[in-house]
């Protein structure tokens, strides 16, 4: 079993800042990709950001030059910094992750996501 756990979703003016967690647990024996992704209401879900395993990333257009993803491989760790956020960055944002688990084979796994809402 495998558990990715968020945190750091909230309520926040525009213009504001927000950084997200999300740690991997369980049995994991490597992990090739994290990321996050977003679904607003009404919309369908969509790339934010992911970072691989080798440092390359890629970021959905609506997003670069204000949001940062980044890993730290010994916590299992992903973050994603959001600054001069945007009304229309409100909408659920999930953490997901490409991996390897103990029992072999490689599997997507998603966490529960968590609210961000910015006011304008």
């Known amino acids: 079993q495998v558990q990715l756990v968020e945190s750091g979703g909230g309520l926040v003016q525009a213009g504001g800042s927000l950084r997200l967690s999300c740690v991997a647990s369980g049995s994991i024996f490597s992990i090739r990709t994290m990321g996050w992704y977003r679904q607003a209401p009404g919309k369908q879900r969509e790339l934010v950001a992911v970072k691989a395993n080798s440092g390359g990333t890629n970021y959905a257009d609506s997003v670069k030059d204000r949001f940062t993803i980044s890993r730290d491989n010994a916590k299992n760790t992903v973050y994603l910094q959001m600054n001069s956020l945007k009304p229309e960055d409100t909408a659920v944002y999930y953490c997901?992750?490409?991996?390897?688990?103990?029992?072999?084979?490689?599997?997507?796994?998603w966490g529960q996501g968590t609210q961000v809402t910015v006011s304008s």
């Open positions: 997901a992750a490409r991996l390897f688990t103990t029992l072999g084979g490689m599997t997507d796994y």
